[in-house]
Antibody
Framework: EVQLVQSGAEVKKPGESLKISCKVS????????IIWVRQMPGKGLEWMGR????????NYSPSFQGHVTMSADKSISTAFLQWSSLKASDTAMYYC??????????????WGQGTLVTVSS | DIQMTQSPSSLSASVGDRVTITCRAS??????LNWYQQKPGKAPKLLIY???SLQSGVPSRFSGSGSGTDFTLTISSLQPEDFATYYC?????????FGQGTKVEIK
């Protein structure tokens, strides 16, 4: 059974660093890209970028480039999303998902449960 | 970036109603269009990919159509468990932008 299990909720202060995780199971970690999606409170979905665990290639949305870093540890089948200096505007739910590719396009077919990040002084 | 615009932003409907949600892309995305359902406090769930292909396990009352810039998600007979927010997303180019969402509420 394919599962993506994300780390728990975090409460941080502005300026602090943070690394959240997404542990996958039920498939070969390096076969599919991982994407990250942000959902600010009461708002819609925003695609942050995609990460290829096989070679660590990353493609960020311009809206997030330079503010977050995507990475992974293949030995533990886990993807990470990290910030070096959080802002209050980073308060949101963050989802990871597996990106599946077919001839009909690509789509995230399995999702993590989400990690709520709250940034407040 | 490709802009995705959904309409309406919200709608009220009754169980058994036929519901149609529209998504328009700012440029042609051929058939690279996905639809998701999201319930409060839950991760999005894939319903439709490639504009019209039903994801495994999704009830057949959901269907998608369209190509180019104009797309439609149809729920043929609304069920109580279908009250949720629906999003379209283009998978034609990065960044893979989403529509702003359509909230389907109980009438």
């Amino acid at each position: 059974e394919v599962q993506l299990v994300q780390s728990g909720a975090e409460v941080k202060k502005p300026g602090e660093s943070l690394k959240i995780s997404c542990k996958v199971s039920g498939y070969s970690f390096t076969t599919y890209w991982i994407i990250w999606v942000r959902q600010m409170p009461g708002k819609g979905l925003e695609w942050m970028g995609r990460f290829d665990p096989s070679d660590s290639y990353t493609n960020y949305s311009p809206s997030f480039q330079g503010h977050v870093t995507m990475s992974a540890d293949k030995s533990i089948s886990t993807a990470f999303l990290q910030w070096s200096s959080l802002k209050a505007s980073d308060t949101a739910m963050y989802y990871c998902a597996r990106q599946y590719y077919t001839g009909s396009g690509s789509y995230p077919d399995y999702w993590g449960q989400g990690t709520l990040v709250t940034v407040s002084s | 970036d490709i802009q995705m615009t959904q309409s309406p932003s919200s709608l009220s409907a009754s169980v058994g109603d036929r519901v149609t949600i529209t998504c328009r892309a700012s440029q042609s995305i051929t058939s690279y269009l996905n639809w998701y359902q999201q319930k409060p406090g839950k991760a999005p769930k894939l319903l439709i990919y490639g504009a019209s292909s039903l994801q495994s396990g999704v009830p057949s009352r959901f269907s998608g159509s369209g190509s180019g810039t104009d797309f439609t998600l149809t729920i043929s007979s609304l069920q109580p468990e279908d009250f949720a927010t629906y999003y379209c997303q283009q998978s034609y180019s990065t960044p893979r932008t989403f529509g702003q969402g359509t909230k389907v509420e109980i009438k």
